[in-house]
């Protein structure tokens, strides 16, 4: 399957100078009780080096490469406040396209400025016209409806609405649908750009805080309120544990037996959808409707936009102080009013193999079983995709666990124990061998 219009690659392409390098680590102060100095230390750290509070694992499982990619960094967005970012990101077709992602997709979020002002749409017209002319198809169609998609974006802007809290400005679900465009498109121009890669990403922001000199006001903290931005390409995932250990998938795969991508799809394309030998639906020949990447399909709609949906989470006190009954209900992840235990991002050679509840429960069982400094959100990653190997994945996995504000509180309940316990007797290789 080819392009309608062949992709021109210029032989340069100058590069804007870029305001500031996107950071990969936190900043916290130190407590320093010496009578030497009045003045308190400013330590940073790597989140991909605090296994305390992020965790992280891959692994190829019996594949030949690992074309699994995750990334976490610190943004700078219209707030000014810190905006913790943390992203997987499931290539297929070779690690081209999602390498490209884990490089480059969170700084272009902080560049995506001028998508937010452009108040004429000079910029996505821009944008959307180049999609046009050299890819054609499905987004012909876009084109022509470009006004109206851009009012869906904007009218879709400032989604969570607090009556007493004054939110920070958010531009999210203007800037991330066209970013991920604006990069999708900047890796057409790769010269290697034949693969493709799925998305799901997570944003939080603190927007509220009550005054504690011991502790920053980073999400994780107690006393806090935040907003957790999540978008969605592909069939990755985002789960939300509870403080009752409960798991929450907060993200929909797109693919093809999907009905909204079906009705969009065939809303703007032809009816490419098909059966395969396994009686899976399949669109064309592939599994996601939407993805970065995968060239020759975008004419036929395979498309980078996101879905974007937004949720608060934090302390439960302080949200039950600050926020109606009705908004607690509406935007709290299972209408329970925060305390939230963790957030797990993770590919889909986890979720094919093992249930949502049963990733919670990896997590939770190993904190209760292990304990203190052994059981982190690193140690509790690595124990998902163990799992994953034992019991048989095919595919490579992929975990990320970010610790939430109700971290460890969960009560000591296994609600999946005797599954997990009754699959790994099936695989046990002894037990094969005999």
């Not at 409707?289 to 060239?295: I, N, P, Q, W």
């Not at 919670?360 to 959100?377: E, F, L, Q, R, W």
Request: hydrophobic fraction near 35%; glycine fraction near 6%.
């Amino acid at each position: 399957m080819v392009l309608a219009r062949s992709l021109v690659r210029p032989a340069t392409v100058p590069q804007r100078v870029l305001a500031r390098s996107i950071s990969s680590s936190i900043t916290f102060t130190a407590i320093d009780k010496s009578p030497s100095t009045n003045k308190p230390a400013r330590l940073r750290v790597p989140l991909l080096k605090s296994p305390s509070h992020f965790g992280h694992f891959t692994s190829r499982v019996n594949r030949l490469y690992n074309e699994d990619k995750y990334s976490a960094h610190v943004l700078e967005l219209s707030s000014q406040r810190p905006v913790f970012n943390f992203t997987v990101f499931d290539g297929h077709g070779g690690s081209q396209c999602s390498t490209f992602l884990a490089d480059n997709l969170a700084q272009k979020i902080e560049d995506g400025l001028p998508f937010v002002e452009d108040a004429k749409d000079k910029h996505k017209n821009e944008l959307i016209t180049k999609y046009w002319k050299t890819i054609g198809g499905y987004w012909k169609r876009w084109y022509k409806h470009r006004k109206d998609n851009f009012k869906v974006m904007k009218k879709l802007n400032n989604s969570v609405k607090l009556a007493n809290i004054a939110l920070p400005p958010d531009d999210l679900h203007v800037r991330l649908p066209m970013v991920y465009l604006k990069t999708d498109y900047d890796f057409f121009e790769q010269e290697d750009n034949k693969s493709g890669s799925t998305c799901t990403l997570a944003l939080i922001e603190t927007v509220y805080s009550e005054p504690d000199h011991l502790h920053t006001d980073y999400y994780f903290n107690r006393n806090t309120i935040s907003r957790l931005t999540l978008t969605q390409v592909g069939d990755t995932r985002a789960l939300v544990v509870d403080k009752n250990g409960d798991a929450h998938c907060l993200t929909q795969s797109h693919h093809p037996s999907n009905p909204m991508e079906a009705s969009r799809l065939r809303k703007y394309a032809a009816n490419f959808f098909m059966t395969d030998s396994f009686g899976e639906e399949r669109f064309i020949s592939l599994a996601n409707t939407r993805a970065f990447g995968d060239v020759g399909f975008k004419q036929m709609g395979v498309t980078s936009e996101p879905d974007v949906i937004q949720f608060i989470i934090g302390d439960h006190n302080t949200i039950s102080k600050k926020l109606t009954p009705e908004e607690i209900k509406n935007y709290t992840v299972g209408g329970l009013g925060g305390d939230e235990a963790f957030l797990v991002l993770i590919s889909d050679g986890v979720t094919n193999v093992i249930t949502d509840q049963e990733v919670a429960d990896i997590v939770t069982s190993h904190y209760n079983m292990k304990g203190g400094p052994a059981a982190t959100p690193q140690a509790c990653a690595e124990e998902v995709i163990k799992f994953v190997e034992y019991v048989g994945g095919d595919d490579n996995a992929t975990c990320l666990v970010i610790r939430l504000n109700g971290w460890g509180k969960w009560p000591v309940n296994d609600r999946t124990g005797e599954l997990r316990q009754t699959r790994m007797d099936d695989y046990n290789p002894r037990k094969l061998r005999g």
